[in-house]
């Protein structure tokens, strides 16, 4: 389970690692593996729908940079693996262009599955009922904020989801009907709008 992690979280510095972490199904079976706990290549390829060489393969390359390990088994035969965090993060603001380019490779696959995810939801919310269409959805804000604010704003809300944190370890405290629940949080600045001393327009040639 999930209270088997040996570390809650990890950040991650090393380009090399963060590209290698930076592959759509290797970010689908860290996850898995982190929300369901241990299990092997052929459990996970059955539930993302995947073959299990290429699941197995996955794993391995997440073993090498420090992301996910194997464990004992329950029958001594094909031994399961785990996550070795809860969480992976990473600096946005190094000076090192090697870094640069692996945080952009990784955010841009964090877009992808994003999108995915909610063109999942949306193809079977008519089907979910009522209670849970009212508490999920999509919805966005637009903040004045300073750098330093809008760090504050993210620490906030880091802090309240961190609140949930027990029950991803513990199934017995998870009240009953409970389930699992993707929360993305983006914070995008906007491109500056144009002064009152320098309109719109009226750059110099």
Not at 177 to 198: F, I
């Amino acid at each position: 389970m999930a209270d088997d992690l040996p570390r809650r979280s990890i950040k991650v510095d090393d380009p090399r690692a963060l590209r290698a972490y930076a592959h759509p199904l290797r970010m689908r079976l860290i996850g898995l593996l982190r929300g369901e706990g241990p299990m092997t290549a052929t459990q996970a390829a059955a539930r993302l729908d995947d073959n299990v060489p290429n699941c197995s393969f996955h794993l391995r390359q997440l073993a090498k940079y420090g992301f996910a390990e194997r464990v004992p088994g329950a029958d001594g035969r094909e031994r399961p693996w785990r996550a070795t965090t809860q969480y992976t993060s990473w600096d946005d603001d190094s000076d090192d262009p090697a870094m640069r380019a692996a945080t952009d490779q990784i955010n841009n696959v964090m877009v992808a599955l994003y999108l995915q995810r909610a063109q999942d939801y949306l193809a079977i919310r008519a089907d979910e009922p009522a209670e849970w269409r009212a508490a999920a959805g999509f919805g966005d804000a637009l903040l004045y904020v300073t750098a330093a604010e809008l760090r504050e704003v993210t620490e906030q809300i880091d802090a309240l989801l961190a609140r949930y944190d027990e029950r991803l370890a513990d199934p017995a405290k998870r009240p009953p009907g409970s389930r699992p629940v993707t929360v993305v949080q983006m914070a995008l600045p906007r491109k500056t709008a144009p002064t009152e001393e320098q309109p719109a327009g009226s750059g110099h040639e």
